[in-house]
């Protein structure tokens, strides 16, 4: 059982830092082949600058929603989580279910973010996935059933906390 959720939360962050890192890199590059000189079009049917300019842009929204998720992370304040209260923000679950387990931090943002802590990888879930929208309000014990296309799986709530 985790007993520093804090640790935790710096370690998502740090995380999300590293992402960040990578992005902003890939963005100046975008931005660089989209200006550059040989990027200007020759003909109306070459793209590649306009292509390069739309990478820019998309790179561009995607460092402003990490560094919101990292900045929430970074004042994000967990709380423990017992047995008998309802999953929310904040909770670590572990799920049981198709021949093993499942470590998830129901964060505020980072969906999909993915830490090692403790020697156990912890994936970030946000309470509007289809996963963690199944999760909030459920406690420690509760069963659910998740359906994804054609797939469906039954999982435990084995531990909140």
């Known amino acids: ?9 710096e370690k998502i962050v740090a995380s999300l830092d590293a992402e960040l890192a990578l992005l902003t890199q890939s963005a100046r590059a975008a931005h660089e082949e989209a200006t550059h000189e040989q990027s200007r079009a020759e003909n109306k049917y070459d793209t590649r600058g306009l292509e390069a300019s739309y990478l820019a842009k998309g790179q561009s929204r995607k460092i402003v929603e990490t560094l919101a ?3 929430e992370f ?3 304040q967990a709380r423990k989580f017992g047995p008998e209260e309802a999953i929310d ?3 670590v679950v572990e799920l049981e279910g198709n021949g093993g387990t499942a470590l998830y931090f129901i964060g505020p943002r980072a ?10 990888t912890i994936v ?10 199944q999760l909030v309000n459920r406690k420690q014990g509760d069963r659910l059933v998740l359906e994804i296309g054609r797939t469906r799986s039954e999982y435990r709530v084995a531990r909140v906390w």
Not at 111 to 120: A, C, L, R, S
Not at 124 to 133: A, D, E, H, I, Y
């Open 124 to 133: 970030v879930m946000t309470p509007q996935s289809p996963l963690g929208s």
């Open 111 to 120: 969906g999909g973010t993915e830490i090692v802590h403790q020697k156990q």
């Open 69 to 71: 998720a990292r900045e």
């Open 74 to 76: 970074a004042a994000f």
């Open 89 to 91: 923000v904040g909770a």
């Open 1 to 9: 059982m985790f007993t520093n959720k804090a640790l935790l939360i």
